[in-house]
């Protein structure tokens, strides 16, 4: 820090640019044995990527010449190659867009990087990642052919001459290998047998030639592999693949909706494709409600492969019998270039919306779902585009949840950290060059939702984090105020403090799923019951309705079976045993007896009994009701024992009538004081608050009220 830096930072003003004093940043090294620090570089601005080779010889690093490179691309980074053992240094790679990932070979000739092509390098603009290969000996690079149009797709892997190499195949990936001789590539496709095009290489080790791989589809939840590489003349295969790890195993028990790829024809009369989620319960010839789910970017892509996150989670609206699309539009990534950059020009929302309704109208003429319940969601451009399909089809959707969306342009040039890049890129120039002969962009107006919010009819629910720099926090606050005022359509909006433009927070992003849901009951199952939002739901009150549910219509705990008052029990789960809810009381003991009883007492627990009564009971018990009854053996009472410890507060006990926590040295004098009552502390059955269990199990009297049995 200089002494400019630490002079200013007296307070918590944050400078959001000052060219005066944005500061270099360089490399050096720390020699661990004797703690010497020696600068590499010299640099003039500042180094934000960089790779070593492997023997220490070369190292090759970015530098970004501009505090405003993230927002408007220029000027354009230096690239340099330093021979650390010449000490000598070049500047490299010239006339690229967005060189990225360098990998140097082992034979010390070069190294391999992977660079963007698109129609407008000068904006960053998108396009495919193509991979190429720098010489150290001519001081040149060549591009590596592929042979595939889509380029690119995660990260690529050497070894020896040979590279592990992933590509882009729209919702799919191929895996080859590629390898180098003299100037020249060859390449295989490697033999992955069923798992073919749903795999994803994680890592590679060269010394062993091992590799971690990712297998999964939109249905079939991820699973983890080792294997070793295997390279033959003419195959290459993985040899020796065995499970790394074992994940999710309580969700592989849980029914998993079938999904499949599918194909329409979009925008131009191209071909389009989307992953398709079935209801969980589909039966052929029913129609469905839908939930349109779009993927941000626009530049993402959905492929076939597992996909549940709080962004987006079919698996949760397939259990509510509903369809689910997440369409790969026009401009979505891991496609071809020209599809990559087709909606760029003042293209954009045009292609997309044709690929997004014709989608729909292709599931309809299949019969697949009904027209009447439609929703739409989606995060960043997802919810861009949702946003959208509202505003051009008012009466079409049923329910929107739009994330983290533009709907002003005007405004997003300047105040997302890259809306100088992406707005001049997609809408072809800055907001105010003339266009069209008029003195302004008309792109930004006519494709800015805000100028015709009041024609969106549909209940939208907005969200957005405080701190989002990517979609301006600001335009969820002009999304809601143009909706609220507008007035034709209800709209709720969740303001996630401190979150980026992805929710980070498990709060915030449980938070946001449940609101979302509870929007789509709400607007598109209509399931959704009515809140009553004083009403708590663990509150004494719920108690004692819980508790009604267990009573006759006399008000007798239990219920009637062939004439008989009977306990009511509930089920620890499946293929388990069943527990009683309450502890059995006069009238449930008095049914098995015949014996008259007091009618005001009905409801207290049966006490003084002897251990051969209660196995009477329970033999008559089990004739009465088909089950077998009996009393908790040793290690079940240990179980529960320990539970009533942890839910003995609020509870018919002595801590309870002491007003404090006893200690066993306490208790006989306690209960010498409890001896001078004249009326008995043993309450009704129930009286006191339920004892979640689990989840959907709840029972009473656990920690107090009377003792129990065990044998």
Known sequence: KTLYDITNEKDNTNIVEDTLHWNPRRIYTFNLKSKEITRLTSNAYRINNYEVSEN???????????????????????????????????????????????????????????????????????????????????????????????????????????????????????????????????????????????????????????LIYRYSTASKLPEYFLAKISVG????????????????????????????????????EEEVNGILYYPKNYEAGKKYPL?????????????DSWSERWSTYPQIFTDKNAFVLKPNYHGSGNHSQAFVESIKNGKYYSLEEVDLYNGIHHLNQKGYIDMDKLGLMGWSNGAILATWMTLQYPDMFKVAAPGAGDVNWTSDYGTCRFGVTFDQSYFGGAPWDDTNGKHYNEWYIKYSPIFEIEKIKTPTIIFHGSEDRSVPRDQ?????????????????????????HGLQKITHQLRKMKEEIAWFETYLFKDKMEENEAFKKDSPLASLLTLQQNMTEEGLLGKMKDGALLPTVVSMGKDSISIGTHEVTLAQYHAYTGQSYDRLLANKPVTGLSKGEIEKYLSWLSGKSGADYRLPNTKEAKKWHKKA????????????????????????????????????????????????????????DLGGNVAEYYT
């Open 645 to 700: 410890r942890t839910a003995y507060k609020n509870q018919n006990n002595l801590n309870h009538w002491g007003g404090y926590e006893l200690t066993t040295l306490d208790v006989p004098d306690l209960q010498t004081k409890l001896g001078e009552l004249k009326i008995s502390l043993i309450k009704n059955a129930g009286t006191h608050p339920m004892v979640k269990v689990k989840e959907g199990v709840v029972i009473y």
């Open 476 to 500: 969820g606050w002009e999304y809601y105020r143009g909706l609220q005022q507008v007035g034709k359509a209800p709209v709720k909006f969740l303001w996630f403090p401190g979150q980026p």
């Open 233 to 268: 003349r003419k195959n290459v295969s993985l040899e020796e693949s065995q499970t790394l790890t074992s994940l999710n195993d309580k969700l592989k028990k849980k029914p998993i909706a079938k999904s499949e790829v599918i194909y329409w024809k979009g925008a131009n």
């Open 56 to 210: 220490g010889q070369y190292l090759v690093y970015r530098e970004i010449r501009s505090p405003d490179y993230g927002v408007d691309g220029n000027p354009k980074p230096n690239y340099v190659l330093m021979d650390l053992k010449a000490n000598t240094s070049n500047k490299i790679l010239q006339g690229l867009q967005s060189p990225t990932g360098f990998k140097f070979t082992r034979d010390g000739k070069g190294f391999y990087f992977s660079a963007e092509t698109s129609s407008d390098p000068e904006w960053n603009g998108s396009g495919i990642r193509e991979l190429y290969y720098y010489t150290f000996a001519t001081g040149d690079y060549t591009k590596v052919p592929l042979e595939w149009e889509n380029g690119l797709a995660g990260e690529y892997f050497l070894n020896g001459n040979g590279l592990i190499v992933q590509l882009a195949n729209g919702p799919l990936r191929k895996v080859r290998y590629y390898e180098k001789n003299g100037g020249d590539w060859s390449w295989k496709n490697i033999a992955l047998g069923d798992q073919q095009e749903h795999v994803s290489v994680l890592a590679f080790n060269q010394d062993s030639g091992k």
């Open 291 to 303: 939930v349109l789910s779009i993927h941000g970017g626009p530049t993402g892509v959905d492929r």
